[in-house]
Structure formats: C-alpha cells, structure tokens
C-alpha cells in the first residue's frame, strides 16, 4: 500500500507570541501627523480632524486650516448717518489737539455676532482718525482692523486631544482566515484652559466614540476601548497584504471663549474632533507544505 506524505502547516510561532502593539499616548496638535515607535517593526502615525458643529459630517479641517469656521465673527458699520452727513465726526485725538494732531474722526460700530446662533454678542463705537492732509477728501476712514478669532480647529489643536492607543493581536501581522483582535484605551476626559490668539478657551472635553478601521473596507463603532482580553472590534481578513489599520476616538467638548468684545465669557460651539492613531499591519496567509 502506497503511504500518503502527511500534510505539515508551516507557520511562524514569532507570529503568534509576538508582542501585543500598545501605541503610548500622543498629543494630536502639531501638523497633525506624527510617528510613534511602538514595537518592532511597528510605526503609529497620529493625525486630527476636525467637523464644524451642525454640520452633516462630510466636511472635515485640518489643525491649521484657515477654511474651517470660527465661533466668533465681527462687522463694522458707519455708526450713524452715511456721507456726506457730518452725524459721524468724532474726535479722535487720544490727547490735548496740537499741530500735526489729527483731531477728527469718524465713529464704525462694532459688533460681536455669535456665528453658531447669528446673536448679537457685543457693540461698541469706535473712533477711527480721518485721513491726513494731502489725502483724498470727501471720503470717510476705512473701518477699523477687526479682531480675528481662532478657528475651532485651532481651538481643537491647541487642546491637545491625546492620542488614542492602538491594540491589535496579533500583534506583528495577521493571518488570513484568522481572527484579528482590536482595542484600544487612552484618556478619555481632557479639562481646557488654552489661550489662542489673543483669546482664553475654557471648558472640558469628552471622548464618546471608538471607530476601528481594519483597512480592507471593514469598519465599526465602539462606545467602549475594549481590551487585550475584551476586544472592542474583531476582524477577518481574506487576502493577504499590507493594511492600514486605523482606530479613531470621538471627542466632544463644552466650552466658553472670552476675548475681545466678550465682556463675558461665551458659551461657544466648537464641533467635534476625531484623533486618529494608525500602522500600517502585514497579513500573512499561511499554506500547506506536503513534507515527503
């Protein structure tokens, strides 16, 4: 009778006792990308989004964009009549009038208006000095320079939301047919007190969502970390190759912005953050050997 060779499955062991990848907490401000050394062969890059308050979620800001919504926004206005009515001169001299002194001006109201409700915050009359001889004449002042609030996703940068930490066993790479384990953890209540561009931001921020990310189109929800021995997420992967292997945390904050033209301190609306840790994540697929 003919022996049939027994079917060996080779399989590294370092695959399957490799360490457990714990990326360590990482600020989320900078440019909003990073490296992390975690373990061998393992880099975690951190990055923040940004998604303005009411909004339907598609849009999201980058730390430094200029484009993302500011919680505050100002207008100036001729204060009364407009030309050639003389209801806005106003006297401009911050001392005793004197040769050379430009005595007149022309009063701009100011307003403070509350870009999430449209409400008006704050009024207040400003002399602007008209032009000097030898300039145009007829014509009023421009308005004054306006005050420029930061935008939330500086607000959110300056915060400095920490990173969310990334779990994953196995821990070097995966094998197809397998379940891959996720999880994750890191701080989840931020307090606030950042001063950004002439502004104070005070207030706390929360962490209500995990989203795991398995790279191959697979994702999920979590309103827990989970852990090593729980896992939040668990995932099979069909084909082998290299994954990007991203898990998010959710943050949203109540805060008051005070600054110019806020007597008092505001409640403002600064949207939500979502701190981003990801690896790139080897999965192997493991094939039969026919030993002789």
């Given at each position: 009778?003919?022996?049939?060779?027994?079917?060996?499955?080779?399989?590294?062991?370092?695959?399957?006792l490799?360490?457990?990848?714990?990326?360590?907490?990482?600020?989320?401000?900078?440019?909003?990308?990073?490296?992390?050394?975690?373990?061998?062969?393992?880099?975690?890059?951190?990055g923040?989004?940004?998604?303005?308050?009411?909004?339907?979620?598609?849009?999201?800001?980058g730390?430094h964009?200029?484009?993302?919504?500011?919680?505050?926004?100002?207008s100036?206005?001729?204060?009364?009549?407009?030309?050639?009515?003389?209801?806005?001169?106003?006297?401009?001299?911050?001392?005793?009038?004197?040769?050379?002194t430009?005595?007149?001006g022309?009063?701009?109201?100011?307003?403070?208006?509350?870009?999430?409700?449209?409400?008006?915050?704050s009024?207040?009359?400003?002399?602007?000095?008209l032009?000097?001889?030898?300039?145009?004449?007829?014509?009023?002042?421009?308005?004054?320079?306006?005050?420029?609030?930061?935008?939330?996703?500086?607000?959110?940068?300056a915060?400095?939301?920490?990173?969310?930490?990334l779990?994953?066993?196995p821990?070097?790479e995966?094998?197809?047919?397998?379940?891959?384990?996720?999880w994750?953890?890191?701080?989840?209540?931020?307090?606030?007190?950042?001063?950004?561009?002439?502004?104070?931001?005070q207030?706390?921020?929360?962490?209500?969502?995990?989203?795991?990310?398995?790279?191959?189109?697979?994702?999920?929800?979590?309103?827990a970390?989970g852990?090593?021995?729980?896992?939040a997420?668990?995932?099979?992967?069909?084909?082998?190759?290299?994954y990007?292997?991203?898990?998010?945390?959710?943050?949203?904050?109540?805060?008051?912005?005070?600054?110019?033209?806020?007597?008092?301190?505001?409640?403002?609306?600064?949207?939500?953050?979502?701190?981003?840790?990801s690896?790139?994540?080897?999965v192997?697929?493991?094939?039969s050997?026919l030993?002789?």
């Amino acid at each position: 009778m003919r022996r049939v060779a027994p079917i060996v499955f080779v399989l590294a062991v370092a695959t399957l006792l490799s360490p457990v990848l714990a990326a360590a907490p990482a600020s989320a401000s900078g440019d909003g990308s990073g490296g992390v050394q975690t373990g061998p062969d393992a880099s975690v890059s951190v990055g923040l989004q940004v998604f303005a308050p009411g909004g339907d979620g598609s849009q999201s800001f980058g730390p430094h964009d200029q484009a993302a919504p500011r919680p505050i926004r100002y207008s100036a206005v001729a204060a009364h009549s407009p030309p050639p009515g003389l209801d806005n001169l106003c006297n401009a001299a911050s001392g005793p009038v004197g040769a050379g002194t430009v005595a007149w001006g022309w009063w701009y109201t100011v307003t403070a208006i509350d870009n999430a409700t449209g409400q008006v915050i704050s009024t207040e009359m400003v002399c602007v000095p008209l032009p000097l001889a030898g300039a145009p004449t007829g014509a009023p002042p421009p308005p004054p320079a306006l005050p420029t609030p930061p935008t939330i996703a500086e607000v959110w940068d300056a915060v400095g939301i920490p990173a969310p930490t990334l779990g994953v066993n196995p821990g070097r790479e995966g094998v197809v047919g397998l379940s891959t384990w996720l999880w994750s953890g890191g701080g989840t209540d931020v307090q606030i007190g950042v001063a950004v561009g002439g502004y104070a931001v005070q207030g706390r921020a929360h962490l209500v969502q995990y989203r795991f990310d398995a790279g191959d189109g697979m994702t999920t929800t979590a309103g827990a970390a989970g852990s090593s021995a729980a896992p939040a997420a668990t995932h099979v992967y069909d084909v082998k190759g290299i994954y990007q292997l991203r898990v998010a945390s959710v943050w949203e904050a109540n805060v008051t912005m005070t600054g110019p033209g806020l007597v008092t301190p505001l409640p403002i609306a600064i949207g939500v953050a979502v701190v981003t840790s990801s690896r790139a994540y080897p999965v192997a697929e493991v094939r039969s050997v026919l030993v002789p």
